[in-house]
């Protein structure tokens, strides 16, 4: 039993020379390994360059980058005088502002505002900000007009009181008006329409509570003469603020029953208000030709739109938004954690984060307070 057990043994841990060989170099390799481990454990690095003042050099110029956002903000300026210095404190894309002044130096000019359009880099949703605070005197244009026979020479801005239903296209452009909404106050005004009161301009497409406070000074509806006076014995047409009607309201409108007050209301509530009376035509199933009957029966108070802080709202509050997708969200929030805050509205369109045409969308609806 003992021979039978021996044999056992000397068979099971009997080597060749090769596993012999074999087994002594693994016992070797181990063995670096781990002299190797507590040796490189005990050695200190040092480095040879100092980057602690590269560190801090870096955050004093995030701090400075951060602290000139802030400081950017929208004001009056004429494209074809502004220093680099204003610009610099305009809060537009730097690449736009440094293709106008190479525009410039290149010999361009600004004749009008809608020039400004064909800089390198503008888009529809950057311009429709910045339309209405570009300011071309006529001194300028009528310079500009010597080389270009038959340039239209604007009238020089007065910004005196005006008559919503006499004042031509200069005169409303010289007040303050963009070019929309001063072309489709004289199309109201071509199709029969007139004012009666101050308050009328604001039945106008374009023109929103905010613009209509800060022009309102100026307005100066004359007496009509007695051939467009109103009749008295016809009822004037009702108006409806959308931000604040409720369904009682929305009735009294032609074409519009339980079901579209309804989703209207319903509408409102997700986007956070209406900013422009088109936004009805997003309403599920609301006819356009609905839409067209009861449009001038309609006023916009966009002060009552709510904002949303892409700052601090959460994906649930951004997703049930109807024009924030999926895609835009995540990009957001994942954009708000490895970077920061946002320090301005404009930063979804220069990353990346959402397209042009959403951004136009979603601008009114965001702040980033």
């Not at 800060?214 to 409806?240: C, G, H, Q, Y």
């Amino acid at each position: 039993m003992k021979n039978t057990f021996r044999q056992i043994f000397k068979g099971y841990f009997n080597f060749s020379k090769q596993d012999r060989s074999a087994v002594v170099a693994l016992s070797v390799i181990i063995f670096l390994f781990l002299a190797g481990n507590i040796i490189v454990g005990k050695i200190e690095l040092n480095p040879s360059s100092d980057f602690s003042a590269i560190i801090k050099a870096f955050e004093e110029w995030e701090k400075q980058t951060e602290s000139e956002n802030e400081s950017r903000t929208l004001f009056h300026f004429n494209p074809n005088t502004i220093t680099e210095e204003a610009l610099d404190s305009f809060n537009m894309p730097a690449f736009i502002k440094r293709n106008m002044l190479s525009y410039r130096s290149a010999g361009g000019k600004f004749n009008k505002t809608e020039d400004v359009r064909r800089i390198y880099g503008m888009n529809d949703s950057i311009f429709s900000l910045i339309e209405s605070y570009i300011r071309i005197p006529a001194a300028a244009i009528a310079n500009n007009s010597e080389d270009e026979p038959g340039l239209k020479v604007a009238a020089k801005p007065t910004f005196q009181v005006f008559d919503p239903n006499t004042a031509n296209k200069d005169e409303l452009l010289n007040t303050g008006f963009n070019q929309f909404q001063a072309s489709n106050l004289i199309k109201y005004r071509e199709s029969g329409g007139s004012f009666s009161q101050p308050e009328d301009l604001l039945i106008i497409y374009g023109i929103d509570s905010v613009f209509y406070n800060s022009i309102k000074s100026f307005i100066n509806v004359a007496e009509l003469p007695e051939e467009v006076k109103v009749d008295k014995t016809v009822s004037i047409p009702i108006r409806i603020e959308l931000n604040s009607a409720d369904s009682l309201d929305l009735l009294q409108l032609n074409g519009i029953g339980p079901v579209y007050a309804s989703r209207i209301l319903k509408y409102r509530s997700l986007l956070g208000g209406f900013y422009g009376k088109h936004q009805l035509l997003e309403v599920y199933g609301f006819p356009e030709e609905t839409y067209h009957a009861i449009n001038e029966n309609l006023t916009i108070d966009s002060l009552r739109v709510e904002k949303l802080r892409i700052n601090f709202a959460g994906y649930a509050e951004l997703i049930r938004h109807p024009y924030f997708e999926k895609r835009n969200v995540e990009a957001i929030l994942n954009f708000r954690q490895n970077n920061g805050p946002f320090s301005s509205h404009e930063q979804l369109l220069t990353e990346g984060l959402i397209d042009t045409a959403s951004f136009a969308l979603i601008r009114p609806y965001i702040t980033c307070r």
